[in-house]
Nanobody
Framework: QLQLVESGGGLVQPGGSLRLSCAAS????????IGWFRQAPGKEREGVSC????????VYADSVKGRFSISRDNSQNTVYLQMNSLKPEDTAVYYC??????????????????WGQGTQVTVSS
């Protein structure tokens, strides 16, 4: 079964940057679109971004457009989320998730089948 493990979270000042990684094992990611999600305390899990199986198409939530960038390296079975110009409202646990198929139109949590354990991102001075 596909397993996902996130890493790269931590404490960063407003305006700073972090790169999150999502490493897969058990199955290759070639046949899966990948999404990034986040959940802040007391809030519902929300979609941040998704990327097609080949990496040729990406989608971003309006709140992160121009600041975050999703990418993947299928040869390494890894996906990334580069986060720049971070804001306090970006503070959350960040999760990666996989859905069978080639494309993604919107990162909707209920549609994704495989999830990592999450990594904490805290943006604070």
């Amino acid at each position: 079964q596909l397993q996902l493990v996130e890493s790269g979270g931590g404490l960063v000042q407003p305006g700073g940057s972090l790169r999150l990684s999502c490493a897969a094992s058990g199955l290759t990611l070639d046949f899966y679109a990948i999404g990034w999600f986040r959940q802040a305390p007391g809030k519902e899990r929300e979609g941040v971004s998704c990327i097609s199986s080949s990496g040729g198409s990406t989608v971003y939530a309006d709140s992160v457009k121009g600041r975050f960038s999703i990418s993947r390296d299928n040869s390494q079975n890894t996906v990334y989320l580069q986060m720049n110009s971070l804001k306090p409202e970006d503070t959350a646990v960040y999760y990666c998730a996989a859905i069978p198929g080639s494309v993604c139109y919107d990162p909707i949590p209920d549609e994704y089948d495989y999830w990592g354990q999450g990594t904490q991102v805290t943006v604070s001075s």
